[in-house]
């Protein structure tokens, strides 16, 4: 993307002390933003995210970092995942991202090490609690997900509600995640004080993410109040996900059996459930998308949608 004066008009200080030319981040969605979304998001002159979900592994990472190629990108892992995966972690650290994100849990031990090697550090939060014990554990920035979101996060507070809040004791940079996929959306928060935005949903159906095709076509068919917060695949997946960070997800056949003719309220077995998500079966797979999620009107390149975006907030911020 050539840099441009609306481009400029968007810098915060946080995304200048990254070199970004746009203070966008593409959230790190397992199963989704891999290196060839990061690198675009790059290109795009933001920051890529390459994600590892709960099917996260040393293997699945070292292959997306390869895809990144030769571009600055940041890696997302989830709390749970990295305590399980051994080496995933040592691996994360030894590609040297510009930024490492790992939420979804309570042990922050990892961040001293981490910026020891010299990277910086995030997480995502949902309170001013939260929000505290980052900061008090050293993490160099907050990432304040509010319950508009897709995928896992804890369901508490709307994103501008908790932005405010964050954003009256944040002693680091906050970026703004959950709901955020138009212009006026990233105006609205870089507005509020927010350092840049974390955007999940608005490029999970972007040309280079790694969505299936039929997720990809549940998502542009979707409208922002088919999206449903649920626990129910892992539970039948049997994943260790706190209690706490249910999923907002698509809704289908599992999260709202009554919507089928003949009405089945049993549950898919695992082995069901896995054969649906290996065969991409939106009707039982889960497709994780945020309220955002009606804003998604075709499948583009990331670089057309983040610079609509920025342009689009940019003419909203200057007038």
Do not use: K
């Not at 002159?45 to 979900?53: K, S, T, V």
């Not at 928060?189 to 990809?216: D, H, K, M, Q, Y």
């Amino acid at each position: 993307m050539t840099s441009t004066p609306q481009d400029h008009r968007l810098a915060t200080p946080w995304s200048r002390s990254l070199g970004l030319r746009v203070p966008v981040v593409n959230a790190p969605m397992g199963g989704v933003a891999g290196g060839r979304l990061a690198a675009a998001v790059d290109a795009a002159g933001g920051l890529g995210m390459i994600g590892m979900g709960s099917a996260g592994s040393v293997a699945t990472l070292e292959r997306e970092v390869a895809a990144a190629g030769d571009t600055a990108f940041g890696i997302g892992l989830v709390d749970w995942v990295r305590e399980h995966e051994t080496g995933l972690l040592a691996t994360a650290i030894a590609a040297g991202p510009r930024l490492l994100s790992i939420s979804f849990g309570t042990d922050l031990t990892w961040v001293p090490m981490v910026r020891a090697a010299g990277i910086r550090t995030a997480t995502q939060v949902y309170d001013v609690p939260g929000a505290h014990r980052a900061q008090d554990a050293g993490i160099d920035v907050l990432v304040v997900r509010g319950s508009e979101g897709g995928g896992h996060g804890a369901d508490r507070l709307a994103l501008l509600p908790l932005l405010d809040a964050v954003l009256e004791i944040a002693s680091v940079p906050v970026l703004a995640a959950g709901g955020i996929g138009s212009g006026r959306s990233l105006a609205a928060v870089l507005a509020a004080g927010a350092a840049g935005a974390w955007l999940g949903t608005g490029l999970a159906a972007a040309e280079e993410s790694l969505l299936p095709e039929n997720a990809r076509r549940a998502m542009l068919a979707a409208d922002s109040t088919h999206t449903v917060v649920t626990t129910v695949f892992d539970e039948v997946l049997d994943l260790p996900w706190p209690p706490i960070y249910p999923a907002r997800v698509l809704r289908n056949d599992v999260t709202d059996p009554w919507s089928r003719p003949e009405f089945d309220e049993e549950r898919p077995t695992a082995e069901v459930l896995r054969a649906a998500m290996d065969s991409d079966d939106v009707t039982i797979a889960p497709v994780d998308a945020g309220q955002g999620v009606g804003l998604i009107r075709h499948v583009e390149p990331a670089a057309t949608i983040i610079e609509r975006m920025c342009a689009d907030a940019a003419e909203l911020l200057g007038r």
